[in-house]
């Protein structure tokens, strides 16, 4: 059995993307690593950190993104697909740069690969999710309007494709690039469940530039490039009221040692219970707070939450 690991990225080193860690978090399971690395800005280092990493099963593929012939976020599904293309793997670990893998569930993630690599009915695995919020001690688990589970292996099956902003994926037969944005003529992949969880850090980082990867992330959906003057006055990010935001207690990656020792920002957000404005963030509206408790106290699967595959029970 080969896995592949694979991801997409375009200036990590600028917007504060953990991109050695999200890397390093996967190598130990996987045979070979690939990395479509976009054209990125000029003041950025994301190649040199990605060779710091000093392995040979890394094999950076370079791209250019070209959000004009892919809208609406699908530029990021496409970017994926490149790196799909260059894996040899039975199975194939996409990994975001933002997202790391803990330590203590590599033989839980290898059984599961193993159990299932002749159960050709199993097109994927499903990974559990915590969503980091603001800092390093605050994530969401079961909130809803935040996604619980997501696929993040799959097979080396050429009707896989990643899909819309590259948050999933699907089965497309007679694929063209229109179809990444398209429920028509697609379908959910059947996929079992991994005791794991994919740790997402993309919500941590300095105000400043979380405001500045979002307006990033956001330029991928619009068609449209942010000017590096424009970048110097985007807003902060308010990550409002972190005392409604549910503590971590657990551990974090190890790899994630020198990140977290980093933290400085502390200052710059709002520990209290108490919003010093309007909800903005969907987790602060009163609509989500209450979906939330309804789905803590009657339906622990949650309710309303659009499921992208077919859970297949063992």
């Known amino acids: 059995?080969?896995?592949?690991?694979?991801?997409?990225?375009?200036?990590?080193?600028?917007?504060?993307?953990?991109?050695?860690?999200?890397?390093?978090?996967?190598?130990?399971?996987?045979?070979?690593?690939?990395?479509?690395?976009?054209?990125?800005?000029?003041?950025?280092?994301?190649?040199?950190?990605?060779?710091?990493?000093?392995?040979?099963?890394?094999?950076?593929?370079?791209?250019v993104w070209d959000v004009e012939s892919y809208p609406h976020g699908s530029i990021l599904a496409q970017q994926t697909d490149l790196a799909k293309k260059h894996c040899n793997g039975d199975w194939l670990f996409y990994i975001q740069a933002d997202e790391v893998i803990h330590e203590d569930n590599y033989a839980a993630i290898r059984k599961s690969c193993e159990q299932h690599l002749n159960n050709k009915q199993v097109e994927g695995l499903l990974f559990k999710y915590l969503h980091f919020w603001g800092d390093y001690n605050h994530a969401f688990t079961k909130n809803h309007g935040w996604y619980r589970h997501e696929i993040r292996i799959i097979r080396n099956q050429p009707e896989i494709h990643s899909w819309r902003d590259a948050q999933s994926f699907r089965v497309i037969p007679d694929f063209s690039k229109e179809k990444y944005l398209e429920k028509e003529g697609t379908r959910?992949?059947?996929?079992?469940?991994?005791?794991?969880?994919?740790?997402?850090?993309?919500?941590?980082?300095?105000?400043?530039?979380?405001?500045?990867?979002?307006?990033?992330?956001?330029?991928?959906?619009?068609?449209?490039?942010?000017?590096?003057?424009?970048?110097?006055?985007?807003?902060?990010?308010?990550?409002g009221a972190m005392g409604l935001i549910p503590m971590f207690t657990g551990q974090h990656p190890k790899v994630m040692g020198n990140r977290i020792a980093s933290f400085n920002w502390q200052d710059e957000l709002n520990y209290t219970k108490r919003l010093n404005r309007a909800p903005?963030?969907?987790h602060e509206k009163l609509k989500y707070r209450l979906l939330t408790s309804l789905e803590k106290l009657f339906f622990p699967n949650g309710i309303f939450n659009f499921k992208n595959y077919k859970l297949i029970r063992f």
């Open 188 to 239: 959910k992949l059947n996929v079992a469940p991994v005791d794991a969880h994919i740790y997402h850090y993309g919500w941590v980082r300095p105000p400043k530039l979380m405001g500045k990867k979002t307006s990033h992330f956001e330029s991928c959906y619009e068609d449209k490039n942010i000017k590096e003057e424009e970048m110097e006055i985007l807003s902060a990010v308010d990550f």
């Open 1 to 63: 059995m080969k896995i592949s690991g694979f991801t997409m990225v375009k200036n990590a080193g600028k917007l504060y993307y953990p991109i050695q860690e999200s890397i390093s978090s996967v190598l130990p399971i996987v045979d070979e690593f690939i990395v479509a690395l976009g054209n990125c800005d000029s003041d950025d280092n994301t190649l040199e950190l990605i060779n710091e990493l000093n392995s040979p099963k890394i094999k950076i593929v370079d791209t």
């Open 280 to 282: 903005k963030h969907k």
